[in-house]
């Protein structure tokens, strides 16, 4: 696996002291980003920016959001490979030895997948061939009939209910088990709640918030988690439309952001049955969808 954090040297500035301006060199901790490339049977799916780490659970994530696996027994294998500009081993041979460098050194930024037999196969109309940068899980997608999937779970039917006292604290929650953010201030996070114990099930970084979720989505299908009846999943950012797709798609019945939703995931959510939260900070926060799941105490509307 790859290096999650690097160091790299800076200038701090530190403006307006008594001295006036202030300069002083240090090191600093950066979260990295590498690009993957998914393969499902040798033949390239797609490349997205991602912090190395879990990679199978990214790539499971993805499948289960492109509607290719629901199941565990579906994924066969997964295996880290050499590719272009990855410095896997090669066979050269010629006048000149090759150094170390240039024959190992594989960052592990190439993953081949094996479904189980039986399985299909992704369609090929839908893999991407741009790549899928850390702010935008959909770019590349021809159209937003591409991005529309069915989800094989119905997150309508699931009987979850859970207290806003409960929910306001997962941001909290979030935010002290990110053990990289806290080096790096530089990672998303997404994470899967029980919604009767409130027991935190599985949490994941990652520079793209939409592979944060891919990872625990993925964490789930290899677990025999999906779908994700009673659980919500808190994301430390906004809930764009995708985020809500990915939640449809791995049957998870509650969402919860800590920023805005966008109008095209509200509609999203709504038509999902599935429980929409946003601005989800301190003692307050706003039910977009099924508010019949968010139980509050002594009810009272005002304005």
């Known amino acids: 696996m790859g290096r999650i954090t690097v160091n790299k040297p800076i200038v701090r500035v530190t403006v307006g002291t008594d001295e006036g301006d202030r300069t002083a060199r240090r090191s600093d901790t950066l979260a990295v980003e ?20 879990n990679d199978v659970e990214l790539a499971a994530g993805y499948l289960v959001a ?9 994924f066969g294998s997964a295996i880290h490979c050499g590719g272009p500009g990855t410095g896997g081993r090669t066979l050269e041979t010629g006048p000149r030895p090759l150094l170390s460098s240039q024959v ?23 893999a991407r061939r741009a790549v899928t940068t850390s702010a935008c899980g959909v770019c590349g997608v021809a159209s937003i ?33 990110q053990a990289v953010f806290d080096k790096t201030g530089g990672l998303h996070a997404a994470a899967l709640f029980d919604a009767r114990t409130g027991r935190m099930l599985v949490l994941r970084e990652d520079v793209g918030r939409h ?61 999902s ?25 002594q009810p009272a509307v005002v304005g």
């Open 34 to 53: 590498e690009p993957l490339e998914i393969r499902v049977g040798g033949e390239a799916l797609t490349v997205t920016m991602r912090t190395p780490g």
């Open 66 to 74: 492109e509607g290719v696996i629901t199941r565990a027994d579906q």
């Open 104 to 126: 190992d050194g594989n960052t592990y930024n190439v993953l081949d997948v094996t479904l189980a037999p039986g399985t299909p196969r992704p369609d090929a109309a839908r």
């Open 145 to 177: 009939d591409q991005v529309s999937l069915t989800s094989a779970f119905d997150a309508s039917v699931d009987d979850a209910t859970v207290d806003a006292s409960f929910i306001a604290g997962l941001p909290d929650a979030l935010r002290a088990h």
């Open 211 to 271: 592979n944060a979720v891919d990872k625990v989505v993925g964490w789930a299908v290899l677990n025999g988690r999906l779908p994700a009846h009673r659980t919500i999943l808190q994301v430390s950012g906004r809930a764009s439309f995708e985020l809500v797709q990915k939640a449809a798609m791995a049957g998870i019945p509650m969402l919860s952001a800590v920023s805005a939703p966008s109008s095209l995931a509200v509609e999203l959510a709504a038509a």
């Open 273 to 297: 049955g599935i429980t929409l939260m946003g601005f989800v900070r301190g003692n307050s926060l706003n039910v977009y969808t099924r508010t019949d799941r968010v139980l509050v105490a």
